[in-house]
């Protein structure tokens, strides 16, 4: 999502303190001709205040930050990659309707959405014999329309248990206790890579970096996919690494507190590998968001301690998910203390909604309220996703309306100002 920067005004005098009423520093001697010009008399050599011999100067006042309006966009379900045209209007569409930020999924099921050196080419995008890359198109049509694009990895470490990386480097794979590895997730077996194996961190920014420099985007964005769960570390690898470093086997509790915070390093030490590989490649964008979820929830279980990400500069963005079906849950998961805390860290913090996505579409009048109730708080909004606002899951309203219903919302936002205390 990219961030308006905070705004921190700094001001200083104009003009010394004097050290004498009839001694007046250089700056100022040299500034009399100009004020007598100007008709103002020079008190102070008169004894007076210098508050009264010059106009009051009022400070410049901080203007309000532009408001993050974004969207993520993905293939499932969407035809929405497999088209130039699609792309082209998608955008078109997007820009009309006041968002300002696009969140491409690039990087998903083991597979990316362009040529890449470290990963295969998306199946279905394969197939269709496109000889567009998705991302570079979007990102192309978006800069023409002053939108920003920031692509989403949404796998981050994690990858199908049956891809072919995970069959050809098995050491690469975290393991739980037992020795086993897969976690059901999306209804599917998934493993995560090991952010702590050479092998994985040059594949992991390898695939962010290309992107990066190919298509000019404007950042790019992690999730609650960059992560090491909490119940693995036992592999062969991370027993060694953990045993040279500490001279001790790994806890067999996994929630162990130490044994928690040295893998909780590993993995910040990825993400600030990735900022130093962003910054020193001079190629690209180093803007790096993150989408997590709820801070206890992912420090406890995914070992992401974004609070130190955020504080530490390793990323600049945080969104927070936010998909509770109601208004009143939606509210109170806005003063979770985490988010409230975050909100004066200095960095964009934004709200994920749930637009639509499959069976479940929300109401525009719900939609409404629940940007209100962040904007409310100082947070722009990104949905979760395209083919939720009026594409395939439009709902009953149907997409003519609720493209209507979302140009009129975001005309009426004003602009982000600081979030209350």
């Given at each position: 999502m990219q961030r308006p920067a905070a705004r921190h005004a700094r001001f200083s005098s104009p003009v010394r303190a004097l050290r004498h009423p009839l001694t007046l520093p250089r700056r100022l001697r040299r500034t009399l001709p100009l004020l007598f010009g100007l008709g103002i008399a020079p008190a102070v050599g008169l004894g007076l205040p210098l508050a009264t011999a010059m106009p009051a100067i009022s400070a410049p006042q901080a203007q309000p930050a532009p408001r993050r309006l974004g969207v993520w966009l993905t293939n499932s379900p969407s035809p929405l990659y497999y088209s130039p045209g699609r792309i082209d209007r998608a955008v078109a569409e997007l820009a009309a309707a006041g968002f300002n930020t696009l969140y491409p999924n690039v990087w998903s099921r083991g597979s990316t959405f362009h040529r890449s050196r470290w990963a295969p080419l998306e199946p279905a995008l394969a197939q269709s014999g496109a000889n567009h890359d998705p991302i570079c198109r979007m990102t192309e049509q978006a800069h023409r329309r002053g939108l920003q694009v920031i692509p989403w990895f949404e796998y981050g470490l994690m990858e199908p248990a049956t891809a072919a990386v995970v069959q050809q480097n098995p050491e690469w794979v975290l393991q739980k206790a037992d020795g086993s590895s897969t976690i059901e997730l999306h209804g599917k077996p998934m493993v995560f890579l090991n952010p702590a194996?050479?092998?994985?961190?040059?594949?992991?920014?390898?695939?962010?970096?290309?992107?990066?420099?190919?298509?000019?985007?404007?950042?790019?964005?992690?999730?609650?996919?960059?992560?090491?769960?909490?119940?693995?570390?036992?592999?062969?690898?991370?027993?060694?690494?953990?045993?040279?470093?500490?001279?001790?086997?790994?806890?067999?509790?996994?929630?162990?507190?130490?044994?928690?915070?040295?893998?909780?390093?590993?993995?910040?030490?990825?993400?600030?590998?990735?900022?130093?590989?962003?910054?020193?490649?001079?190629?690209?964008?180093?803007?790096?968001?993150?989408s997590p979820g709820p801070f206890r929830f992912a420090y406890n279980n995914w070992l992401q301690d974004w609070e130190i990400w955020a504080l530490g500069s390793l990323i600049d963005e945080l969104v927070v998910q936010n998909y509770a079906y109601s208004v009143q849950g939606f509210a109170r998961d806005l003063r979770q203390p985490a988010l409230v805390k975050a909100s004066s860290w200095g960095i964009p913090v934004e709200i994920g909604i749930l637009s639509g996505f499959g069976g479940r579409t929300t109401a525009m009048p719900t939609l409404a309220e629940k940007v209100r109730l962040a904007s409310q708080r100082g947070h722009g909004v990104i949905y979760f996703y395209w083919e939720g606002l009026w594409g395939l899951h439009a709902g009953p309203e149907g997409g003519q309306a609720r493209q209507a219903g979302f140009s009129q919302l975001h005309r009426s936002l004003p602009p982000l100002s600081p979030a209350p205390p």
């Open positions: 194996h050479p092998g994985v961190r040059q594949r992991f920014l390898g695939l962010i970096s290309e992107i990066v420099r190919r298509c000019k985007v404007d950042g790019i964005q992690l999730d609650d996919h960059f992560a090491w769960p909490v119940e693995l570390g036992y592999d062969p690898y991370t027993r060694a690494l953990y045993q040279q470093a500490t001279d001790r086997e790994p806890p067999t509790d996994h929630t162990d507190r130490t044994w928690m915070t040295w893998r909780r390093h590993q993995l910040t030490g990825l993400l600030r590998e990735l900022r130093r590989t962003l910054k020193s490649s001079g190629k690209g964008s180093v803007y790096v968001s993150l």
